[in-house]
């Protein structure tokens, strides 16, 4: 299958695994490097062909299962159950730290299972919100002992990309205060009282993210791609780095040359060597793949 600007997909798969992945954060180009050292970070990546139809109307039943099959990888557990019962428990008070951004927004049905899960557990449903703008004044989330944090991917004009290390930008009361150097402080908020330890789980929607914006608020369904996943995992610097890889493939694949993101998402990059917050390098990064293979840019 030919692609435009001639890089064919064997080619890209040259390119794209080697030089090209190694600098999508910024970081050195070159041989393979000694692995840092320490625990890797586990991150799930889950995709089904079947989840979008070809009118793009979305499988929320298989939504539900691909989150509850990423959930038992990434904890290894024998039942989804018992990986939630890792994320929350019945003495919690959850908020579910959504996306509403009306081009790409957090699935309903994608809230909704996680609900269920939470729920399942055991959590009293008056104990869980899910919210977005107004988290700083919804009483369950003023209240809340554990935060899941989702949202879509997509370019975004001041961080280069909207990730789920962006998406608790709303906790804060003056949001400009981390827009400088590309969204660089992002990491810091995620130390504020209101945060720090709670956000037990996250999750990277990838079902047609956003791979090139002009401006702010930029849209254009020439842009998105129905990849059909989601990432999942504890460590959100582990889970934004791992899409920002691919959502860099894309770009490269789609103009047919090296495309870095513009501005530089280092709000990646930095979460881990100046907030300590997580891995951005691959090398710490345990990726679990499950599910449809092809073209999974990564």
């Not at 041989?31 to 990546?45: I, N, T, Y």
């Not at 369950?140 to 909207?162: C, E, I």
């Not at 908020?189 to 929607?205: A, C, F, Q, S, T």
Request: with cysteine.
């Amino acid at each position: 299958m030919s692609h435009r600007g001639g890089l064919d997909r064997r080619q890209f798969f040259r390119i794209g695994g080697g030089t090209v992945a190694a600098g999508v954060l910024g970081g050195r180009v070159g041989p393979a490097e000694e692995a840092p050292k320490g625990p890797k970070s586990r991150v799930v990546l889950i995709r089904d062909e079947a989840v979008i139809a070809d009118d793009g109307a979305l499988d929320g039943v298989l939504l539900h299962h691909m989150l509850n099959r990423a959930m038992s990888g990434l904890f290894e557990t024998g039942s989804p159950r018992d990986a939630w019962k890792q994320v929350v428990s019945p003495d919690d008070v959850v908020g579910i730290k959504t996306n509403v951004w009306k081009h790409l927004p957090t699935p309903p049905e994608l809230e909704a299972a996680i609900r269920t899960e939470v729920e399942g557990v055991g959590v009293d449903p008056k104990n869980v919100a899910v919210d977005d703008r107004g988290v700083r004044d919804n009483p369950v989330f003023q209240r809340a002992t554990a935060l899941v944090n989702v949202r879509p991917l997509r370019t975004h004009n001041w961080s280069g990309l909207g990730t789920c290390l962006k998406n608790p930008i709303m906790f804060v009361p003056r949001p400009p205060e981390y827009h400088g150097d590309s969204c660089a402080p992002l990491g810091a908020m995620w130390h504020l009282p209101e945060l720090e330890g709670k956000i037990r789980l996250n999750i990277l929607v990838m079902l047609t993210p956003q791979f090139h914006g002009v401006g702010p608020h930029s849209f254009s369904k020439e842009y998105v791609w129905p990849y059909k996943g989601l990432i999942v995992g504890v460590d959100p610097v582990a889970v934004d780095a791992t899409g920002a890889r691919i959502l860099r493939a894309k770009r490269d694949l789609h103009f047919g040359k090296p495309s870095p993101i513009s501005p530089p998402a280092h709000h990646i990059e930095l979460a881990d060597t100046r907030y300590g917050l997580g891995h951005a390098d691959p090398a710490a990064i345990d990726l679990v793949r499950l599910g449809w293979e092809d073209e999974a840019l990564i």
